[in-house]
């Protein structure tokens, strides 16, 4: 199993991300991001445009990580 295993809040935010980029995070959410990123569980997609809101993706170690658990794209 890998190092950190994040909260409730973090898993529900790894999801939305696989599903939607991370583009619908509510504010729970969001405050998971840095923590889910200096574990190397997400990543932060760069953007054409400054315009364009921040998007995410779950990395391969975010991936194994979801697994183990046994949480899939269809829960949250």
């Known amino acids: 199993m890998t190092s950190h295993t994040p909260s409730d809040e973090g898993i529900s935010a790894m999801v939305d991300i696989l599903r939607m980029s991370g583009l ?22 760069a953007v054409s445009g400054a315009s364009e809101p921040a998007r995410y993706a779950v990395t391969p170690k975010g991936h194994q990580m979801l697994g183990e658990r046994g949480v899939g794209v269809n829960e949250s």
């Open 24 to 45: 619908h995070l509510n504010p729970s959410q969001r405050s998971e991001l840095d923590g889910l990123i200096a574990h190397g569980l997400i990543e932060r997609i």
